[in-house]
Each structure stands twice: as C-alpha cells, then as structure tokens.
C-alpha cells in the first residue's frame, strides 16, 4: 500500500510539473468589437505557440462584470494561475482589493495604474511577490504622432480642427487626447473648434460629428481616438457631401478590417495601430515566468506604429496569420529588456 501510495504522488507531482499553467485574460471590451476581437485572436495564437492553458472573459464593456467575475472566482476559489488585467474606467484598484492574499500571478495591460500607485502597491509584501509587470503602450506618442501625421496628410495647411475623443476616465483615452492636444495647440495655424467624447462608439460619434461639422463648415481635420468612432466620423462627413481624404481629413486607431480597407483606399488619410499585441506579448512574459526567469516590473514598449498601406506591417495585419510568429523563442536580452516588435520576430 506505500509503495502504491508512492506512486500516486509521484505521478501527481509529474502531472503538476508538466502541467501548463493557467491563464485568464478578464477583456473589457465586446467579444465581436474590432479592437478587442483582435486583442483575442493574437493573444490566442501566442497561447497555442506557448502551450498555455488560456481563457478569456468578456465583459461587454460593462465594468460590474468584471468585478462580479472576480468575485465569483475568489469564492469558489477557481483563480487561475496568472490574470491579465485592464485599468479600464480606472476598475483596478478595487479588482486588486478583491485579489489582495490570493495565490494569483497579476500582469497589468493596456491601460495601468498612475507611477505613485503602482509604487505604493510594490511596497506591500503580497504585490511584490504577485504584481508581477505591467506593459502599457504609449498612448501620449500615438495621440501626437497620428495629429502631426494627419496635418502632414494635407501638406500642413491650415484649418479648423474636431477632436474626437474616447472617454474622460479611461487612461488610454486621457493619454491619447493629451498627446493630439499638445501638437494642435502647438501649431499657430490649426484651430482646435472641438473637442468630444464618443465613448468608442460609431453611433454616438455620428450624432456628434454630424452637428460639429454643420456648425463648423468649413472643418479640416478630424482626429479620432479609435476606428469605430472614425466610421461615424466619416458617414457625417457624407451626409454633408463631404469627401473624406480630400474635402476632410481622418484620423483614427486601431487594426479592423474595415479601417485598414478605408486607409487603402484613402478615406482614413492617416492610421495607428498595433496595440492590440498587448494581451499576447503579456502571455509570453507569463511563459518566461512560469519558467523561473525575473520580469521587469515595467515594460517600456511603444506597441503602436503608424500604418502605411504599403508595408510589411500592413500587409501582416490584414493576413491576422499570428499563428507564425514564434512567440516561444521571444526572450529578453541580458538587460531584461523585450522586443514587442511583430516585424522583428522569427515565423
């Protein structure tokens, strides 16, 4: 009977060892939204390449979900080993108060908690054992960068310009809008008429353009936070008879289909995208992790690049082939230090 004994906990110790570790990405966002349907798929394929037990929780941008999952899963104490989170409408510190003492490995993704709460959280015994890293794209750059390029798609003329923004809570939002605002208002001959938030919705955003743009006819420039926003955008701008990409520039963010066909053929005169390997580069962190190696407790990665329909970058984003990317052989160099670069990588 001991040695039979033995032999159970000497397989069940294998089992454990061999086991993959488990992961739970909670996404704020809709299962079939652009951004974060894209979120899904290249977090998925990095997963499947990483050999990673990964799910993935969806709250139907409705932030209460999240907080009733985590809820759910500390009750009946079916945490995973690792949880990816979003500081989506500023949910963290009270998803994080729900988790202090549990035995769960956190990773902070696209939008994260301030430098000083993040510092205080480190001194805490617990978090600085499970707060493992957090990898936030630079919002700031992307917003200044689509603004001088979405200037520079009109040969930098001058003009009246509408700013459509996300919301007023989100970080990613709030660092996006700053980096616009701060090149519109550095250029004397760009006049910001206003300034709106669409909450990331293509609705809300053609109500809102539609009566921007007739009490300001003769608008320029549009610059929008993300695609769908841009689609409303650009259906207002039509309803005027206005062309866009001509009477009317545009701006937006983000990888779906349908705005990487608008920046083809040029009614989406500029472009960026890029962040929404987040959630996947997180996971190859996790693998790295699970196999004893030290994270850095910040990642420092632009994520975004502007997107020229003539480039490789382009021309990955519309094949979505992620399944070749060998996420397994990413590493960091000897100063810690990842490439989140999706060009760079070997397939």
């Not at 349907?37 to 941008?61: G, M, N």
């Not at 963290?92 to 202090?100: G, H, S, T, V």
């Not at 978090?127 to 960068?145: A, V």
């Not at 250029?187 to 743009?213: G, M, N, V």
């Amino acid at each position: 009977m001991r040695k039979l004994m033995k032999v159970i906990l000497f397989f069940s110790f294998c089992c454990n060892l061999w086991a993959s570790p488990s992961v739970l990405l909670l996404n704020p966002g809709k299962e079939g939204e652009s951004f974060w349907k894209d979120v899904d798929l290249f977090a998925s394929a990095a997963a499947t390449r990483l050999d990673l037990d990964f799910k993935i929780f969806h709250a139907e941008r409705d932030n209460y979900r999240i907080i009733k999952e985590v809820e759910r899963l500390v009750k009946n104490k079916q945490l995973p080993d690792y949880l990816l989170l979003v500081n989506e409408k500023k949910i963290l510190p009270k998803l994080l108060y729900l988790l202090e003492d549990q035995d769960v490995f956190v990773i902070i993704i696209l939008n994260g908690l301030s430098t000083e709460l993040q510092s205080q959280l480190l001194k805490n015994q617990h978090w600085k054992k499970y707060l493992l890293s957090s990898l936030i794209p630079d919002n700031y750059w992307i917003g200044l960068q689509t603004a001088k390029a979405l200037h520079a798609a009109n040969n930098n003329q001058a003009g009246k310009v509408l700013l459509i923004s996300g919301d007023k809570d989100t970080p990613a939002s709030i660092q996006r809008q700053a980096g616009a605002l701060d090149y519109f208002n550095s250029q004397p001959d760009l006049k910001l008429r206003r300034l709106i938030s669409a909450h990331w919705d293509e609705q809300i955003s053609y109500a809102k353009s539609f009566t921007a743009i007739a009490r300001e006819p003769d608008l320029k420039y549009i610059w929008t936070a993300n695609d769908l926003m841009a689609f409303g955008s650009l259906d207002a701008l039509k309803m005027h008879g206005l062309q866009p990409g001509k009477d009317v520039f545009v701006s937006t963010v983000n990888t779906s289909e349908k705005v990487l066909a608008l920046r083809k053929s040029g009614e989406i005169s500029v472009l960026a995208g890029g962040h929404f390997t987040a959630a996947g580069w997180a996971l190859v962190m996790v693998s790295n992790h699970n196999k004893g190696k030290v994270l850095p407790k910040n990642v420092t990665e632009s994520l975004f690049q502007l997107i020229d329909p003539s480039s490789d970058f382009y021309d990955h984003l519309t094949r979505k082939n992620w399944n070749e990317i060998s996420f397994e052989k990413v590493l960091p160099n000897k100063q810690g230090r990842y490439n989140f670069n999706i060009d760079s990588h070997p397939k």
